[in-house]
């Protein structure tokens, strides 16, 4: 959904099919008939949200501008390998030095709030400074997507500034679609791949790492076949990475200790409709442009609150948070003419359920989304042709993402850069030579940017350089789910 940055250049993706095309608008809608609409031009949110609060308008605008220049001086450390806190190596240590210094010498505002969304919930620093339910929700829900948190909980303010962190198109925080989606993305990066002279084996599960000595010989797929190369990179999350495919006992015990306390808990599904029509809602008036961007179903944190409650008691919510996409609306051949194609994350649906499993949850996790839908959308039901649920236990399964966390892992504060995914093991090497780890268990984290594989490369890279002769590009095995 994100573009992927300088990456993109470096890789020429261009020329190879990238094609992202703008989500413009969030869309926001009330119970009562109310709603927010917002978009890409200032001036008309500044009216848009003086429909509910002057004083809002106003502190949304003062607010986006702060956040912008946390990002800003942020943004160096998402694009940079982060250091290793825990190396007593005069390098290290002089990077770490670096670091703080840099931090240090930020503007006062800026190292406050950054200190705020590192230990302050969303909803504590938006009732800082907005008072409208609708417009508090809907910024509050960047903090929760995929997340075993709601918005009045204190990791749910970091949630909120690392999707402020990414870009699309050079905008801070805004979002992109990739036509066709996701899975174009994916033939996008394999004929650049190809282009370069690699080579892509799929329907090969790899069993396991190879290694002797203490230095990785290759891989070992599911059907027994070997496969050597002096360096494997794994883009599984961090158990699958360190736990499966080798063997724990072969790593340090800091590390298996910290992978087994890395928290997981995926809490977000997946709802896809077929729709006759695009859905109405009573009072937008036929404003159909606002479906060109997010529908966000959520319209207080009280709401939100709610449905975080029914995760924490084992069960998904009965009225869920919807973070809705209908993506025809902006790539037209994704439909038929005159029908569309509209997807729903829906929170919570806790990994494991207390009373019930998710093969026999499925299908009622789908009619509530539709109850929920249609207590919005009146009609709703009526234009839903197909529908696809897919569950945390099928993220899992079908992805290999451990428990469904579509960020392979929670983006919490002790889980995040110089922790991400252990102390000391945040720099994409393993304890095993020519091992290495990226993926979204690693820094920067989730999202569909390109920033670990990126980071990885260089780190590779700069390894490599230290050997003669280099490692040819074709000996290099990338291992994914």
């Not at 992202?20 to 978009?39: C, S």
């Not at 033939?187 to 290694?211: C, F, H, M, P, W």
């Amino acid at each position: 959904r994100r573009s992927p940055g300088s990456s993109g250049q470096d890789l020429d993706l261009v020329s190879h099919g990238l094609l992202v095309l703008p989500m413009t608008n969030t869309f926001q809608p009330g119970l009562d008939g109310e709603y927010l609409l917002l978009g890409p031009d200032s001036d008309l949110n500044f009216h848009e949200i003086s429909r509910h609060s002057v004083e809002d308008a106003e502190a949304y605008r003062d607010l986006n501008h702060l956040i912008d220049r946390v990002c800003h001086a942020l943004k160096p450390l998402v694009d940079e390998i982060p250091p290793n806190s825990e190396s007593q190596d005069p390098a290290d240590l002089a990077e770490m030095a670096t670091l703080n210094q840099y931090l240090e010498d930020l503007p006062a505002d800026i190292r406050a709030m950054i200190e705020k969304f590192a230990t302050c919930s969303a909803a504590e620093i938006l009732d800082e400074y907005l008072e409208s339910d609708l417009l508090k929700a809907m910024i509050a829900s960047s903090g929760i997507i995929g997340t075993k948190a709601g918005p009045r909980s204190k990791e749910s303010g970091l949630i909120w500034l690392f999707h402020k962190l990414g870009e699309y198109d050079g905008i801070q925080g805004e979002w992109g679609f990739h036509k066709g989606g996701n899975g174009e993305f994916t033939q996008v990066l394999a004929r650049a791949v190809e282009s370069l002279g690699g080579t892509i084996r799929t329907k090969a599960g790899v069993n396991d790492v190879v290694y002797e000595n203490g230095k990785v010989i290759g891989v070992r797929l599911a059907d027994s076949t070997h496969i050597e190369a002096p360096i494997v990179v794994s883009a599984l999350d961090p158990r699958r990475t360190f736990m499966q495919l080798v063997d724990p006992d072969d790593l340090p015990a800091d590390l298996v200790q910290a992978i087994r306390d890395f928290k997981f808990q995926g809490t977000a599904s997946k709802v896809n409709f077929a729709l006759s029509d695009l859905p109405r809602f009573p009072g937008l008036n036929g404003r159909s442009r606002a479906f060109t961007g997010f529908t966000n179903i959520g319209p207080s944190f009280d709401y939100l609150e709610e449905a975080f409650a029914d995760c924490l008691a084992g069960r998904y919510s009965r009225r869920p948070f919807l973070d809705c996409c209908v993506q025809s609306t902006v790539d037209p051949d994704m439909s038929p003419p005159g029908k569309h194609i509209m997807s729903c994350f829906v929170m919570y649906t806790p990994y494991q359920l207390a009373e019930s499993d998710w093969d026999a949850e499925r299908e009622n996790l789908g009619d509530t989304v539709e109850e929920t839908l249609e207590e919005f959308f009146p009609g709703f039901r009526k234009l839903v042709e197909h529908r696809e649920v897919v569950t945390p236990l099928d993220i899992e399964r079908v992805v290999g993402l451990s428990e469904g966390n579509i960020f392979a892992g929670e983006m919490f504060t002790p889980q995040m850069f110089l922790n991400r995914p252990a102390p000391g093991w945040n720099q994409y090497r393993t304890p095993i030579a020519g091992y290495y780890q990226c993926g979204s268990g690693t820094h920067p984290g989730g999202g569909v940017m390109g920033g670990p594989g990126m980071l990885a490369a260089k780190q590779i890279l700069k390894d490599q350089a230290t050997i003669v002769p280099p490692v040819p590009e074709e000996d290099v095995c990338s291992v994914q789910s």
